[in-house]
């Protein structure tokens, strides 16, 4: 992996929003239920369409016509343990986008294993934090040549793929103060590789543009409630004029 | 099925508010998990109460002394699978009135199943997108007969029932930028079908209602995120006064 | 159980609040899906970090390093249902913090069987409304002398426990227009159990602050939906000068 940092500015980033939002893409979550709606709030505000199956009898289906894949492991239950295999089945045989996100995967025996079982899978996009990227080492280490994305969200995100590595300097504190906003980063990341090939420059991108929103979205707030609302707005309402004033300032 | 479009003015919506004021039933909700929040609030803010039961042992206790039952199989898994048929036989055997809400029927053959499943029984309301009900012909077709209400939203919500035919023309277009305005809505129309016995004008009288609080809430907001919060607090303020202003606009 | 109402003044909820910003307690919730998202809301607010695990296979890890642990069964399901005695056994080895949240007990056989289960714990808090502490009777009945803490939530709260009795009168009937604002209480008073021996006192710190935040939100809303979004942030803002103006009014 490089380690060199590729410079973004906001035409590139505004490139790829501009194709997401053209193209619509839907991103079929298997995510955890504490998160569902805000995640399907982010993806709509960034022009994108969600869909969240679980049943094992029909995931694949729903995933068939998918721009993209999520999965999130926040409330893994007996049935969306079943529906994973089905949905890295479709990624694998489709070559489509997938971001994996290892929620609490320190805490959980259950969790590293089925984390390993999806990092079996060559080109996804993991996503976590800083423990929990750190609690999956061993597993990332077991899957190098696997040609993953690994995506560090925190003050300064984290981006390394085979095609290139990115840092992400936006965002504002409160957004670790509502739950879910981490989690709904994981699927706008996953609508961003719908519309963008190198999946690197697509985390770039979507986290660009959602750390800027809630960098916005903390001026015009009084506390981490109505920071989630503005964040929504914030997000729907980012063009290119504003990724330009605030990614030079 | 009539085609003749009834007019509805302001006295028959608020008639139907005020009775679910008055009466303020129970909506048994086997809905979306993404959904689950937004239609629990939009019912307290319609006057009505919500209970989310799911469990196979339960569902048909908690129906029991419900006004209504809603269906909605955004998020259908196996369990919420086994439960239908235990409200279908609760609507049935007492003939409490519910509503079906066949999410993303079109994406899925487990949920085309699902939906045959449902429509055999008679009496029932049918709330779904164009491109849902468009997927649901065939099963509509041989329904015939049944006695449906189907409820068709869009720009212009259609509605057509074996007592009547409704035309709502209220709404915002953010209303589709939120996740779970849709699924809400067949929650307001099983609480107006709990207090009226002709559910095209129950259903009539709360798409109005919601209509207008959207775009009394679309005046008040900056985006999708405080579109949702203004959408809560207008359904909750809507009054005759508002509803005649709105109508004759 | 004593009757005497302990005084509660300010400084006493103060310092339970300090020790849960700067111990940051994890709360294992197992609760509503309907109220998983405003329930980690109002945990993060309060300074306490929520988790939400439901998979048998892991509900004890996860609750193994957790300050409290939650049981709400608003939506309780066969999953659920096999992962509380999980939940219940950690609990009982550990000696940690657990309360119990009996929605709807009143209206399922499914729910009072399960309360019977939950309530052969020693050392537990209840936390329900007057309906659903009444549908309950008989089983706490026969709880007698497992040192129970009994809250009952509502225009006053009264709390009831081995160590001592307190009574709270804050705030606001928005509160009941709003879901999962009771079940985010229940949360609220485990993170204070994970910080305060006392569990009496613990919910009395609770509940007054929650109401407190109530009151602020109240004045600072334009109904449920906004009133919700108020209620985070005013809780999130609650300080020690903030508790002393309103416990003196």
New interface residues.
């Given amino acids: 992996m490089t380690t060199d940092i590729t410079h973004l500015d906001a035409a590139r980033v505004a490139a790829v929003l501009a194709r997401v939002a053209a193209q619509r893409p839907r991103v079929q979550c298997l995510t ?7 995640t ?2 982010m993806l ?2 960034f022009g994108a369409i ?9 995931v694949a ?2 995933a ?2 998918a721009g993209a894949i999520l999965i999130n492991i ?6 969306s ?1 079943l529906a994973i295999p089905k949905l890295l089945e479709v990624a694998r045989d489709q070559a489509k986008p997938l971001v994996f996100d290892p929620v ?1 995967v320190e ?5 590293q294993h089925v984390a390993r079982e999806v990092l079996r899978l060559r080109n996804i996009v993991v996503r976590g934090n800083a423990t929990e990227m750190a609690a999956l080492e061993d597993t990332l280490q077991a899957a190098r040549g696997h040609d993953l994305t690994l995506v560090t969200t925190g003050k300064i995100d984290r981006i390394e793929g085979p095609r290139g590595a990115f840092s992400v300097a936006h965002g504002h504190p409160l957004m670790t ?4 906003v981490g989690c709904a980063a994981g699927a706008l990341i996953a609508a961003a590789c719908a519309v963008e090939s190198n999946p690197a420059l697509a985390a770039a991108a979507a986290l660009t543009a959602y750390g800027i929103a809630g960098e916005i979205a903390a001026e015009r ?6 920071f ?7 997000l ?2 980012i063009d290119e004029a504003t990724l330009r004033a605030r990614m030079s300032a």
């Fill in positions: 955890n239920t504490v998160a569902q709606n805000i399907a709030n709509l505000a969600p869909s969240m199956a679980i049943h094992v009898d029909e289906a729903m068939d016509g926040g409330t893994i239950n007996a049935e343990e609490f805490l959980s025996p259950l969790r103060k509502v739950t879910g707030s009084n506390g981490p409630g109505s989630a609302v503005a964040l929504i707005d914030a729907a309402g």
